[in-house]
């Protein structure tokens, strides 16, 4: 892996999400099914005319939380709730 893969890498949208959720103090959900209901509270508020779905399919490429990483999660619902 050469220094440009690792830079791509590093800067990636998802890595980047993450790296700022993990430097904020906040309460995370315990399990995963608080942390998926905490998304979908927290997307209805922060955007009530979009489609939750239609946006995980924009920037994730599927359409339901339930495929998606805890971590990444997690990423979810600190990008969404910042």
Known sequence: MDIIDRHRIRNHPAA???????????VKP????EL???IVAAWSKACPH????????SRFRCNDL????????EAVLAAITK
Do not use: G, H, P
């Open 16 to 26: 980047v999400l993450a790296r700022r959720a993990s430097m904020r103090c906040q």
């Open 30 to 33: 315990a399990t995963r099914a």
């Open 36 to 38: 998926e209901a905490a």
């Open 50 to 57: 979009d489609n939750l779905q239609d946006a995980l399919m």
């Open 66 to 73: 339930r495929f998606l990483s805890l971590d990444l999660l």
